[in-house]
């Protein structure tokens, strides 16, 4: 016999009139009157090709056959319902694997140092993480979210800011040292410059300087071009010249002196970082602990 939705649903309102001993309070029960009952039960009595209940005025009562049915279908019908329990339970725990696809300088100087605090928070929680800065098939391979700096990209996915963070200049004592710091942004092409190669352009990010009421954007040429975060701050702390970093997860750099800020008068330019996922339906509760964290950060 094909099964089809009516008959889980006609077994189930079997149940529900077992349950409350007669047709009228099963239909308070599940929101039907009694005559929906009784014609419900008459469809699933045609569907199985038996008459399921004796009815009289007094009472209504299992047949052989209705005895049969419930007592096969009951347990089945158990386990449905713990099922979806479980599931439901699940749903609102963070655990099993969360697959991130992840911005470059947020992965590796905002989010590695910070994540066995992750870990102790959700101790039933993996983490999977794919470093890259292409922002092409970010949620593809089964990537449950994905984070990115600038302008939100054109996606079908769902975006939300994360946080926004100024662009600063910096440099080693040990270059400041040799190269007095520039006095305003019209000195700063005199200097040697640490690019830092666009991801989505391919050629590296301009130069700009964002007062309080003005914005200046200078000639950028250097030597030294780098995409990867963590050799562009090695660099600029060996004094190979100045560089325009995201101020967030400099820190520590900036606390111990190894960096310091160079025209902090002209550090008014923001850069958002934002993250992406593919529904805002159900979003399982491993993506909304990790939105959550690095909210926080």
Known sequence: MPFDARLLAGINLLEAVVEAGGFARAGDAVGLTPSGVSRAIARLEQRVGARLFDRNARRVELTEA???????????????????????????????????????????????????????????????????????????????????????????????KVLETRVVTVAAPSYLARRPPPKGPAEVSEHD?????????????????????????????????????????????????????????????????????VLPDWAEERFPLYAYYPSRRQLPAKVRAFLDFIIAL
């Open 66 to 160: 209705g005895r049969r049915l419930h007592a096969e279908a009951a347990p089945l019908l158990t386990g449905i319902l713990e099922a979806a329990e479980s599931i439901r339970e699940d749903a609102g725990r963070a655990r099993g694997k969360l697959k991130a696809n992840v911005d470059p300088w947020f992965a590796r100087v905002v989010l590695a140092p910070r994540l066995p605090e992750f870990f102790a928070a959700y101790p039933e929680l993996t983490l999977q993480l794919r470093v890259t800065n292409a922002a092409e098939d970010m949620l593809s391979d089964g990537v449950d979210l994905a984070v990115r700096f600038g302008p939100p990209a054109a996606s079908a996915a769902i975006t939300r």
């Open 193 to 261: 410059l640490i690019l830092f190669r666009d991801p989505q352009s391919g050629r590296p990010f301009k130069w700009e300087f964002h007062g309080r009421d003005l914005s200046i954007e200078v000639p950028a040429a250097g030597r030294l071009i780098l995409d990867d975060p963590s050799v562009a701050l090695a660099a600029c702390e060996a004094g190979a010249g100045l560089f325009q970093s995201l101020e967030i997860g400099l820190e520590p750099w900036l606390r111990t002196g190894r960096l310091l800020m």
